[in-house]
């Protein structure tokens, strides 16, 4: 089934069009070819033959010289980047396209954790590494991951880190241990949260961290393991830093602004995050759909015509309209330049949750099909979940609700919902 998107009416010609010209690509290019784009990968085996292998390579390669010929290259990035320079709202309203197709946001050059670098790369990187990392990085010839999260300390207090990173002459020598660091070892380089003040400064919480660049193969860039997630081998990756040392121009931004730069890749990453989810929510509802009008069951009825079933139409339609009306009143709100702290938090536990409850019932509905590896239900599923720890947990995205609604009452005003 393909997607069916229509031009908005109340959104603006430039990004109907752009819609429009995603959801071509999508429906022509990527969905007819998904089982040879990334089939193999879902049967969890090693062996796949090489000739399988290249033939997706070439296909993903062809499909994103479409996707660049459409001008649809890399829409996050800013137009002198080799971006398509969308605006934040343009960029929200695409992702829901793009998404329907998971994995297909590579094709237009998207990738995780690269996206988010770049993103911290065009705003607090020097011309210098502009040039040496972020240029390769988006022309695909260098690879990168994250490195933020550590075993022994929870990644949901960022303040808790304890990798250090101390000035030697010019050089910034790192000591600590990451884990789920993504793309771990296909990285050329990681960025890498380090707490650069002297541990004993107790001022000040978040002024204490800076973030760094460091080139894989620096000494000392010990990769432990990839570690298993859904009972298979992954690229989140736990690696030891152990006396490794950088040139001091490979920390980004002022000495002290790492948890703002990780505040800034996740705050409008939130909203993109979501429309992500609502594309992926509108396929999972056609196939469940699709599903309903052709499986007969006792008696030759469809599953169509059991009350059961459209108990499941009805609730995902509801769970996928709240999910996109929240999130789209939340990016509006964060356009216009209002404090939108509360509906960030609100969008990161809602959107997740009810795309679980979605892809849920689409596998209910499709019976064991549901969770194999012929559709594409199984994985976003495991996505579904990853979501609601990943991103900031959400208990303590309901933690900061309640404080920042409270404290709006205590100091006298109600919540207004209207704004
Ligand atoms: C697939 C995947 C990819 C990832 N990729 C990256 C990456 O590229 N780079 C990177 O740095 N990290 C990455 N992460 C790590 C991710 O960001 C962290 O897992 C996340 O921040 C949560 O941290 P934690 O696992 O240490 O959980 P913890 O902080 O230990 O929290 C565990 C649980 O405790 C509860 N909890 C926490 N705080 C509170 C509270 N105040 N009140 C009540 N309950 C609370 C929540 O239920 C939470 O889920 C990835 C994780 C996954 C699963």
């Given amino acids: 089934m393909a997607m069916n ?13 752009i819609r429009l010209a995603t959801a071509e690509i999508v429906n ?6 998904e089982g040879k784009l990334w089939g193999w990968m879902s049967d969890g085996s090693s062996t796949t033959p090489k000739e399988v292998r290249d033939e997706a390579k070439e296909l993903r390669l062809q499909i994103q010289g479409k996707v660049k010929a459409a001008r649809l290259w890399a829409p996050h990035l800013p137009r002198e980047f080799g971006g398509m320079g969308l605006s934040f709202m343009q960029h929200a309203y695409m992702n829901e396209v793009l998404s329907y197709s998971p994995g297909a946001a590579s094709l237009f050059g998207v990738v995780a954790p690269n996206s988010g670098n770049q993103k911290i790369l065009v705003k607090y990187g020097t011309p210098e590494q502009h040039e040496k990392w972020l240029k390769p990085l988006t022309d695909g010839t260098m690879q990168s991951g994250f490195s933020m999260t550590e075993p022994h300390n ?12 101390v000035l030697d002459g010019d050089e910034w020598v790192i000591n600590g241990r990451k884990w789920f660091t993504s793309n ?11 707490r650069t003040a002297d541990p004993k400064d107790t001022t000040g919480r978040h002024d204490k961290m800076t973030q760094i660049i460091v080139p894989r193969n620096t000494p000392g860039v010990n990769i432990i393991r990839g570690v298993p997630v859904w009972g298979r081998a992954s690229s989140h990756c736990e690696i030891v830093y152990d ?9 980004l931004g002022r000495t002290g602004t790492g948890h703002q730069a990780a505040q800034d890749r996740l705050g409008a990453g939130r909203v993109y995050h979501c429309m992500n989810s609502i594309g992926s929510m509108w396929r999972a509802f056609d196939l469940m759909i699709e599903r309903l009008m052709t499986r007969q069951v006792h008696g030759g009825e469809k599953l169509e015509d059991k009350q059961f079933m459209q108990g499941f139409v009805a609730e995902s339609y509801m769970d996928i309209q709240s999910a996109r009306l929240m999130t789209i009143h939340c990016a509006e709100k964060m356009e216009a330049g209002a404090d939108p702290r509360v509906d960030i938090s609100a969008i990161k536990i809602y959107v997740p949750a009810a795309y679980h409850r979605v892809v849920d019932r689409a596998i209910q509905v ?10 594409p239900l199984a994985g976003m599923y495991q996505g579904a979940r990853t979501l609601r720890l990943a991103d900031g947990p959400d208990e303590v995205h309901k933690i900061l609700i309640a404080k920042l609604v409270l404290r709006r009452y205590h100091s006298g005003e109600n919540w207004d919902f209207g704004n």
């Fill in 28 to 33: 022509r290019e990527i969905l007819p070819n």
């Fill in 366 to 375: 499709w019976g064991a099909a549901g969770v194999s590896g012929d559709l």
């Fill in 243 to 251: 006396n490794v040392r950088v040139p001091k121009e490979n920390q």
């Fill in 154 to 165: 929870p990644g949901s207090d960022p303040t808790s880190l304890t990798t250090t990173a």
């Fill in 5 to 17: 998107v229509k031009p908005v009416p109340t959104l603006d010609d430039e990004v109907n069009e």
């Fill in 184 to 194: 771990g070892f296909a990285s050329d380089f990681y960025i890498v949260m380090c």
